[in-house]
């Protein structure tokens, strides 16, 4: 019998992370301040520590992950490398599809990866308190259960319809001693107008994002900071772990090369954790196809412009060059709620600029039936995020058996479900629908951001 889990022991655990800006082909483009010139690190020092903010701008290809991390990474890291065997029995696919099993770590989905070096980092620099978002939960309990560990208060700002989807998740972040409330709140200003203009929204990362940074930055004791928990390059940097402990796996389990690379995508961090690892390869002349993968009724990667954008609806944070909806856009009320941010990573946009990805939009039902047949057939329920990326692994699957393919295909696992049951019994009483963004509502939106400055397309060429 061939193995189900391929398990790294602890003394295997990457000791460093990969920063895919080293070996981009194209460079990245700075982020731009309100006059339209490259941000300098200290414009950043009022929300980010100076030690992030120095692996954010890093073009150094390795970059030390420090023993203290380890040592708490290690409560759930290495995580498994699993054969989707069943899966594949099932589909009757001749393709070998493995996962990364990300929803074993405590908060139940990839984010601690990141949640814990930032604390700590926030720590080493003499900050107490963070502020943050959280769209699905996932990210708000990840920080929440990295501040306690290692000692700094945490306030989370949750959209509110995942605040009213997923009650439980204020629950953990309050058992880890964090403290979680809705957004749009009356706390802050930019909530305050934002209820003014539109007292039924749903809320969006973008509303969230621009509560939490005001949060930090008005705190006059100057020990707060705020924390993000994807888009950025630091953040994607600590998820390289992912890729990096796959690829160990890989081997052990007698693959010499792997053919499909997916992750679903909201900001982009999960996805490249498990791809930049393996993005390197390709760069290097390896035939991967690798797909993140996004749903369309936020489709920034397939829909959404290269441009300069605002991260948040307050325009608080700086211009970022990436795919972007336009700062404003309120993504309709899908239950994948990680899924609903108007940018993608930077970094990742660059590289799909450059044709080294191949982005994908799914609907909400196919989806959910992949997250069905998923688990009744692997067992894990998973988060609606990750719904998008089975989704697409069987589709792939699925070609692999028309053209009568032995291809490897690797995604990543980004979370459990079990937060997230509101969705299935949604989906089980036929009360969900799928959500194809109108063509004139991106255009609205866009139309709001035209007036900003334009990147250069760098692309070299290759692919
Ligand atoms: C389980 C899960 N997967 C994926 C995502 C998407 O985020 P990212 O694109 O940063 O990985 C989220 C975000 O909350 C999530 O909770």
């Given at each position: 019998?061939?193995?189900?889990?391929?398990?790294?022991?602890?003394?295997?655990?990457?000791?460093?992370?990969?920063?895919?800006?080293?070996?981009?082909?194209?460079?990245?483009?700075?982020?731009?301040?309100?006059?339209?010139?490259?941000?300098?690190?200290?414009?950043?020092?009022?929300?980010?520590?100076?030690?992030?903010?120095?692996?954010?701008?890093?073009?150094?290809?390795?970059?030390?992950?420090?023993?203290?991390?380890?040592?708490?990474?290690?409560?759930?890291?290495?995580?498994?490398?699993?054969?989707?065997?069943?899966?594949?029995?099932?589909?009757?696919?001749?393709?070998?599809?493995?996962?990364?099993?990300?929803?074993?770590?405590?908060?139940?989905?990839?984010k601690p990866n990141t949640a814990v070096p930032q604390a700590w980092y926030n720590k080493q620099f003499g900050i107490q308190r963070l502020t943050t978002e959280t769209g699905a939960g996932q990210w708000g309990s990840a920080l929440a259960f990295a501040c306690s560990l290692i000692g700094l208060k945490c306030k989370v700002f949750m959209v509110r319809i995942s605040f009213d989807q997923k009650p439980f998740r204020k629950l953990m972040m309050n058992t880890w001693g964090a403290q979680c409330v809705s957004s749009p709140s009356s706390e802050t200003q930019a909530g305050r107008a934002i209820q003014a203009k539109m007292p039924d929204t749903p809320g969006s990362l973008g509303i969230a994002i621009s509560e939490a940074i005001e949060a930090a930055v008005t705190d006059a004791t100057g020990k707060t900071r705020y924390s993000l928990g994807s888009v950025l390059?630091?953040?994607?940097?600590?998820?390289?772990?992912?890729?990096?402990?796959?690829?160990?796996?890989?081997?052990?389990?007698?693959?010499?090369?792997?053919?499909?690379?997916?992750?679903?995508?909201?900001?982009?961090?999960?996805?490249?954790?498990?791809?930049?690892?393996?993005?390197?390869?390709?760069?290097?002349?390896?035939?991967?196809?690798?797909?993140?993968?996004?749903?369309?009724?936020?489709?920034?990667?397939?829909?959404?412009?290269?441009?300069?954008?605002?991260?948040?609806?307050?325009?608080?944070?700086p211009l970022l060059a990436m795919h972007s909806l336009g700062h404003e856009f309120v993504p309709p009320p899908i239950h994948a709620g990680g899924l609903r941010y108007h940018g993608m990573a930077p970094l990742v946009s660059q590289a799909i600029v450059e044709g080294l990805l191949t982005p994908r939009a799914y609907p909400q039902l196919k989806c959910y039936d992949a997250a069905v047949l998923w688990a009744r057939t692997e067992g894990f329920i998973s988060a609606p995020e990750t719904a998008h990326a089975i989704a697409c692994t069987i589709d792939e699957a699925n070609k692999a058996k028309e053209e009568g393919k032995e291809k490897v295909i690797l995604f990543n696992w980004s979370g459990h479900g079990l937060m997230d049951l509101g969705g299935y019994d949604a989906f089980f009483r036929g009360k969900l629908t799928n959500f194809a963004l109108p063509q004139a509502d991106l255009e609205a939106s866009l139309e709001r951001i035209k007036h900003l400055p334009k990147p250069e397309i760098h692309r070299s060429g290759k692919w």
């Open positions: 019998m061939s193995d189900t889990k391929i398990i790294l022991e602890e003394k295997d655990m990457p000791r460093q992370w990969y920063n895919l800006a080293a070996d981009l082909p194209s460079p990245l483009l700075p982020p731009l301040g309100p006059d339209g010139k490259p941000v300098t690190p200290d414009m950043l020092a009022p929300v980010f520590p100076m030690n992030l903010i120095e692996q954010e701008v890093s073009t150094q290809r390795w970059i030390d992950i420090p023993e203290e991390i380890l040592e708490i990474l290690a409560l759930w890291r290495p995580s498994p490398l699993y054969r989707a065997k069943r899966l594949e029995k099932a589909l009757g696919t001749p393709a070998r599809i493995y996962y990364k099993n990300e929803g074993v770590s405590p908060a139940g989905s990839h390059n630091h953040v994607l940097l600590h998820q390289t772990i992912i890729g990096l402990e796959a690829k160990k796996q890989l081997a052990k389990a007698g693959e010499k090369k792997v053919d499909v690379i997916i992750g679903c995508a909201g900001g982009g961090s999960n996805f490249a954790g498990l791809a930049f690892p393996f993005v390197c390869d390709k760069i290097h002349g390896q035939d991967i196809s690798i797909i993140p993968v996004e749903p369309e009724g936020c489709p920034k990667m397939t829909r959404g412009p290269f441009c300069y954008d605002h991260g948040d609806v307050a325009q608080m944070t």
